[in-house]
Structure formats: C-alpha cells, structure tokens
C-alpha cells in the first residue's frame, strides 16, 4: 500500500501505522463506553512502545552516521505534537469563553498551561484518578500520555548518546536499556500496591514500556530472524493485543504485571514487521493510522462534553461522538499536521523556535488573562454559584484519610469527644454537619476514614496485595484506641452500592471481595458475602457501644453543579438535578437489606437520610438553583448541613443514657 508522508530519518512502516490505528481506536473506544472493550485504554500503552522504537531508531540511525543533534530531535518532536495540540487548546478556550461558567473555566486555563509545559501527567496524577468519575470532568485530560512521551523525549536521547560515545555498541546498548527496563518494571509493580495514580502517570513507572520499543529495534538488529518464530510471534503479538483490549479491565492494577500484556503484543508485532498483514495493512488502518494523533487530541474533549450534558447514555449520540471524532481528527490531519510539520521543516531552526515560542506565548499570555482576572459577568450570578459548588467541600477533607484520626483536623465540633464517624469519602463529606449538631450539645466528633475504602472486616481489594493501603486502615481501625473506646457512639457511613456492588451494573467487576468471592456470575453468593461481613462488622462494635448505619447518599449519576450550572446557561424549564426515589431505592436494595438485617441482629440503630434529602418521587441534588452535592455523590458544605437535625439524635439519646 502506497501512502504519501513526509520526510523521515526513519523509513516508514505499514504495520506500524496499522498498529496505531488499532491503538488509538481502542482507547477511542473504550471512552466511549463501548460494550465488550474494557482493557481499550491499553492503547496508550501500544502507543508507548510504538514511540519508543520509533526514537530509538532516530537516534541510533543519527549517532551511526555522526550527524545526529539533539536540538533538531527536540524541535523534530516540538514539530509532531505541538501545532496540533495547540490548536485544540486554543478551540476549547474560544469555546469555553460562551460555555463554561468561571470556575470550570479557569480549570481549563490551568489544564492547557500545564498540557503547553508538558506536565499534566504530574498535575493529574495530584488531583484525579484516571478511572475516577472525576476525569471525566477534565477536557485536558488525555495530554498527560503526551506528557510523559515529552519527558521521556528529554532525558532519552541524552542517555543513548552519552552511552553510544562511552561505548559505540549495540551489545552493550541492549543491556544498558534492559538494566533501565527492569528498573522501571520494578518501580511499577512496587508502586501499584503503594500509589496505583502514581503508577499510572509518572514517567518512572512508565519509562520501561517506552524502553520496550527501544529494545525491539536494537534486537532486530542484531538478530537473526526465523521466517517460522516470525510467523508466530506475529500471531502471539496480535493475540496479545486483541485479549488486551477485551478483557484486561480498569479494576485491575495497572499497569502493573498485566501492562506486560500489551507491551509485549506491540513489541512482537514490531519486531517481526509484517507488512503484509491484513489487520494493519488495509485501507481503513491505514487511514486511521495517519490521523491516530489528531483523532486521539480531538475525542476526549467531545467525551468530556458528553459528559457535561448528560448525553453520554444515548447511543446515538455516542455514536455521532465517534463520527464527529473521526472527522476532527481528519481535518486536523489535513488542516494543522501536515502543513505545519511540512511549513516548520523548511525553515531554519532559528525561525522555527521563533514561529513555536510566537505560538506559544500568545495561548500563555490568553491562559494567565482568563485565570488571573475576573471573568464572573460573563453570565448571570446563579450560574457562578451553581458551578462554585463543586469547590464547596471541607478543605480538612484529605487529612484526615487514613490512620490520623484523634488528630486536631479530624475532630469536627469542640475537643470534647462524642461520637465517632467512620468510612470512606462519603463520611469525610458529611463529618462537618456532624460536628455540627455535636457543637450545639458542647461536643464533638472524630472522623476517621479513607477515601474509597469501606472498613469492613476480612475485606480485600480485588486485585491488590494484603499489604495495600486499603488493608492497612482496616487493620488499624481494628486497633486505634481513638476509634475502639467503648463508651462512644459509633456512626457508620460509606458508599457501598456503587464501589462494592455496582449497583445491579451486569458489567460491573467489584472493587472488593469477601471470603474470596469476587465473580458476578455468583452474584447472590457474592452479595451473601458481602452483607455477612457488613454485619460482622457493625454488630461487633455494637457489643460495646452504641452504633448508628447511615442509609446510603443518593447518587446523581452525573456532576451536580456542572450540570445545574448548564441548564441554568441554558434556561431550561426544569433546572434542578434529581432522580427517581424508586431508582435510588432499587439501586441499594442489597445495602439497605444489609442494615436492616444488622438492626434486627444486634440492635444497631439506622439513620434515614432519604428523610431529608428525598421527598415521595425524588432525591434531590439540587433545589432552587442551589446544588446540594460538589460532584455526582459527595455531598457538599451546603448539602450536607441537611443532615444536621438527624445527626441531633445521636447526641439527644447519648445525653438521655
């Protein structure tokens, strides 16, 4: 197949440009939501390995012949992937000015600066998790892969160089980058059990599947290959990839031991360079292939979008997403890719850097005006203020998660302890309203929790060691002398149905186990399990105590104050957020029969909050233009003051006893 491209010291490969085709659809895909490919994001780690190769042969083909610059890599690299992504960033802020009300706005300042500077990998790694409902807010989100190419692009060619000029050998090139490989497979694994967002997005833990690539092109170079073992590394490579993309899940640690799977799939692939391959050399691989970069830049945003107007659960509006995608990507490819990289590489490297730092001073000085000024008359206040609650949570919020309860930030209220308030993140969103009725009895409370991790005992995070931090706080609620005195009440609030049962979700693969139960097709012994250990729990601190279940948080299935704030902009005749109180009710049958069995079993006592956040037809997550949650199931400093009066009994049956 002939395809026009442009100059490149590395000459160009079908199976490769079929193999990001394969890549980039994959994770096109599986943020799409598209039934039966979970494992799609492992298209970037494809991407990692195909980047890898491609670099390592650019250098080692520059420092053979004696001509290679690093200056001319950069700005070969500053060339690739820089026009496009700026145009992307400068449509979102164009955009953003008529759409985003200030505060989502200035998010997005803030996500370009740091996908200009290539760090987003480090600010996203700070604030969101990948898989986090959460992400889905962020339009910048996907840049941090290209952050990590950048970093790696930096440091990359200074190491082969130093090395290739200490030793010009191929033997001992391949060691070196199989020391650096087995370094950062290590890194990777230890830093799943120890920070999974860390080893999602920092370059440590992802430097050996670019080195992979790397290694790919220095074997092929020296070794001999069998037509036969080609034949079926191929095939393994494509099985590889295939069960990757099917049945790897976002459950999993990763990228961990699985990552392997994908990074040998496209190593393999690579290696044995199949042109004639019919599952990357056809006219449809071929043509996505060319425009994978632009089509990776352009679909998150549209999926970030279908996100904020709910749209994302008709089909066919993910359907014209895909299209949509699709053409941008395309237009980008014809429109910016081509004709910059073509423009840039015909003119002097001097002017070069003067065109690119042109470019990117103007976005920087548009990024500092939007974030440094105040942009709030821009619509009507109540949009502000809808969209501001998103911010409205407790700023203590992360310091009390984990083993610091008894600390001064975790007691809300006075020093003088009544209660305890144990969970995870649903917990911690509710700790001030409790430390609020405690105050009006001269009282306070303990908050200990962490975040996405219910303390129920012999509960095991799927997929992660004994030893995971998870595990860690279990064992130490068990223990801390703050948490186990006897004479304190004990209020037990967590978000169970979504995290642990999935809410009747068929494809939903369960966060945690009990007793090793962990396989939906089991589901009535997985929920078995896990209400027998639901009410081990309680009714073991209700031996010594009294001890309150909270019914669960109604959950909103989407951003409460983006979406509030969106039909405000869009004065819509219903503006307030809710759902069906028989959706919320069914959604936590299996939770709610947990509690109910608990109080008939050892007396534990229930606090409905249904009663003041639902009324006959609804849960509410807005009223009035006024948002009750910051995201779709934590409840902010506003809504959580609904609470107050049902926290009051706690302490009024406390001060009877």
Same mark, same amino acid.
């Given at each position: *197949?002939?395809?026009?491209?442009?100059?490149?010291?590395?000459?160009?490969?079908?199976?490769?440009?079929?193999?990001?085709?394969?890549?980039?659809?994959?994770?096109?895909?599986?943020?799409?939501?598209?039934?039966?490919?979970?494992?799609?994001? %492992?298209? %970037?780690? $494809?991407?990692?390995?195909?980047?890898?190769?491609?670099?390592?042969?650019?250098?080692?083909?520059?420092?053979? !012949?004696?001509?290679?610059? &690093?200056?001319?890599?950069?700005?070969?690299? %500053? !060339?690739?992937?820089?026009?496009?992504?700026?145009?992307?960033?400068?449509?979102?802020?164009?955009?953003?000015?008529?759409?985003?009300?200030?505060?989502?706005?200035? #998010?997005?300042?803030?996500?370009?600066?740091?996908?200009?500077?290539?760090?987003?990998? %480090?600010?996203?790694?700070?604030?969101?998790?990948?898989?986090?409902?959460?992400?889905?807010?962020?339009?910048?989100?996907?840049?941090?892969?290209?952050?990590?190419?950048?970093?790696?692009?930096?440091?990359?060619?200074?190491?082969?160089? *130093?090395?290739?000029?200490?030793?010009?050998?191929?033997?001992?090139?391949?060691?070196?980058?199989?020391?650096?490989?087995?370094?950062?497979? @290590?890194? +990777?694994?230890?830093?799943?059990? =120890?920070?999974?967002?860390?080893?999602?997005?920092?370059?440590?833990?992802?430097?050996?599947?670019?080195?992979?690539?790397?290694?790919?092109?220095?074997?092929?170079?020296?070794?001999?290959?069998?037509?036969?073992?080609?034949?079926?590394?191929? /095939?393994?490579?494509?099985?590889?990839?295939?069960?990757?993309?099917?049945?790897?899940?976002?459950?999993?640690?990763?990228?961990?031991?699985?990552?392997?799977?994908?990074?040998?799939?496209?190593?393999?692939?690579?290696?044995?360079?199949?042109?004639?391959?019919?599952?990357?050399?056809?006219?449809?691989?071929?043509?996505?292939?060319?425009?994978?970069? @632009?089509?990776?830049?352009?679909?998150?945003?549209? /999926?970030?979008?279908? +996100?904020?107007?709910?749209?994302?659960?008709?089909?066919?509006?993910?359907?014209?997403?895909?299209?949509?995608?699709?053409?941008?990507?395309?237009?980008?490819?014809?429109?910016?890719?081509?004709?910059?990289?073509?423009?840039?590489?015909?003119?002097?490297?001097?002017?070069? &850097?003067?065109?690119?730092? $042109?470019?990117?001073?103007?976005? &920087?000085?548009?990024?500092?005006?939007?974030?440094?000024?105040?942009?709030?008359?821009?619509?009507?206040?109540?949009?502000?203020?809808?969209?501001?609650?998103?911010?409205?949570?407790?700023?203590?919020?992360?310091?009390?998660?984990?083993?610091?309860?008894?600390?001064?930030?975790?007691?809300?209220?006075?020093?003088?302890?009544?209660?305890?308030?144990?969970?995870?993140?649903?917990?911690?969103? &509710?700790?001030?309203?409790?430390?609020?009725?405690?105050?009006?009895?001269?009282?306070?409370?303990?908050?200990?929790?962490?975040?996405?991790?219910?303390? $129920?005992?012999? *509960?095991?995070?799927?997929?992660?060691?004994?030893?995971?931090?998870?595990?860690?706080?279990? $064992?130490?609620?068990?223990?801390?002398?703050?948490?186990?005195?006897?004479?304190?009440?004990?209020?037990?609030? @967590?978000?169970?149905?979504?995290?642990?049962?999935? /809410?009747?979700?068929?494809?939903?693969?369960?966060?945690?186990?009990?007793?090793?139960?962990?396989?939906?097709?089991?589901?009535?012994?997985?929920?078995?399990?896990?209400?027998?250990?639901?009410? #081990?729990?309680?009714?073991?601190?209700?031996?010594?105590?009294? =001890?309150? =279940?909270?019914?669960?948080?109604?959950?909103?299935?989407?951003?409460?104050?983006?979406?509030?704030?969106?039909?405000?902009?869009?004065?819509?005749?219903?503006?307030?957020?809710?759902?069906?109180?028989?959706?919320?009710?069914?959604?936590?049958?299996?939770?709610?029969?947990?509690?109910?069995?608990?109080?008939?079993?050892?007396?534990?006592?229930?606090?409905? #909050?249904?009663?003041?956040?639902?009324?006959?037809?609804?849960?509410?997550?807005?009223?009035?233009?006024?948002?009750?949650?910051?995201?779709?199931?934590?409840?902010?400093?506003?809504?959580?003051?609904?609470?107050?009066?049902?926290?009051?009994? /706690?302490?009024?049956?406390? =001060?009877?006893?």
């Amino acid at each position: *197949m002939s395809t026009s491209h442009l100059p490149s010291p590395v000459k160009f490969r079908e199976d490769i440009n079929g193999l990001r085709a394969w890549a980039v659809m994959a994770v096109v895909l599986f943020h799409f939501q598209i039934p039966g490919l979970s494992g799609g994001f %492992v298209g %970037v780690d $494809i991407f990692f390995v195909i980047s890898g190769y491609l670099m390592t042969a650019i250098i080692i083909k520059g420092v053979e !012949r004696g001509d290679f610059s &690093i200056t001319q890599f950069y700005m070969a690299r %500053v !060339r690739r992937i820089l026009p496009a992504l700026l145009v992307v960033i400068a449509v979102l802020l164009a955009l953003g000015w008529f759409w985003l009300p200030t505060m989502y706005y200035k #998010s997005l300042a803030v996500e370009s600066g740091t996908a200009i500077s290539f760090t987003s990998n %480090v600010y996203y790694f700070l604030r969101t998790g990948y898989f986090d409902s959460a992400a889905h807010e962020k339009w910048l989100l996907h840049t941090w892969s290209l952050a990590v190419e950048a970093q790696f692009y930096v440091l990359y060619p200074l190491i082969i160089v *130093m090395l290739w000029k200490f030793k010009p050998c191929f033997k001992s090139l391949t060691l070196i980058l199989t020391i650096i490989l087995i370094i950062s497979f @290590s890194v +990777n694994v230890w830093l799943v059990n =120890v920070n999974l967002s860390a080893a999602f997005y920092l370059l440590p833990s992802r430097v050996w599947e670019l080195v992979a690539g790397g290694l790919v092109f220095l074997l092929a170079k020296q070794l001999n290959k069998n037509l036969k073992i080609n034949s079926i590394l191929n /095939v393994i490579g494509w099985v590889f990839i295939v069960a990757s993309i099917i049945f790897v899940n976002q459950e999993l640690q990763w990228p961990g031991y699985w990552a392997l799977l994908p990074v040998l799939g496209a190593s393999f692939i690579i290696y044995t360079h199949k042109d004639n391959s019919t599952l990357s050399n056809n006219l449809i691989a071929q043509w996505t292939g060319d425009r994978s970069y @632009s089509i990776y830049l352009w679909h998150w945003p549209i /999926v970030v979008l279908l +996100n904020f107007t709910s749209s994302y659960v008709q089909w066919y509006w993910i359907g014209f997403a895909i299209l949509l995608s699709l053409l941008l990507g395309h237009i980008s490819f014809k429109l910016v890719e081509s004709p910059t990289r073509k423009f840039l590489s015909q003119k002097s490297l001097r002017k070069e &850097i003067l065109i690119i730092s $042109i470019l990117i001073l103007f976005l &920087i000085i548009l990024i500092l005006t939007i974030k440094l000024n105040n942009l709030e008359n821009r619509f009507p206040s109540e949009i502000d203020l809808a969209a501001n609650e998103s911010k409205n949570f407790h700023p203590d919020r992360y310091k009390c998660n984990g083993s610091s309860a008894g600390s001064p930030e975790c007691i809300y209220g006075s020093k003088k302890v009544g209660a305890i308030l144990l969970g995870d993140s649903h917990a911690s969103s &509710i700790a001030s309203s409790f430390g609020t009725a405690a105050l009006q009895k001269n009282m306070g409370i303990i908050l200990a929790s962490y975040n996405g991790c219910p303390p $129920i005992n012999d *509960m095991v995070v799927t997929g992660m060691s004994e030893d995971s931090l998870c595990k860690r706080f279990n $064992i130490w609620v068990g223990s801390e002398p703050s948490v186990t005195r006897s004479t304190l009440p004990i209020v037990y609030a @967590s978000r169970l149905s979504s995290s642990v049962l999935g /809410v009747n979700n068929e494809n939903f693969y369960p966060k945690f186990n009990f007793n090793g139960i962990i396989n939906n097709k089991n589901r009535d012994a997985y929920l078995e399990s896990f209400q027998n250990a639901y009410i #081990s729990t309680v009714c073991q601190y209700a031996k010594e105590r009294p =001890v309150y =279940v909270m019914r669960p948080i109604p959950e909103m299935d989407v951003n409460v104050p983006k979406t509030l704030s969106l039909n405000l902009l869009l004065k819509k005749e219903d503006i307030d957020v809710k759902i069906l109180k028989s959706k919320y009710l069914e959604e936590n049958e299996a939770y709610i029969n947990a509690q109910n069995m608990a109080q008939k079993k050892c007396g534990i006592k229930v606090l409905n #909050s249904t009663k003041y956040l639902c009324d006959e037809k609804y849960c509410y997550g807005s009223k009035d233009g006024r948002a009750f949650y910051y995201d779709d199931d934590h409840l902010s400093e506003y809504g959580n003051k609904r609470l107050v009066q049902m926290f009051e009994s /706690v302490f009024k049956e406390k =001060v009877s006893q």
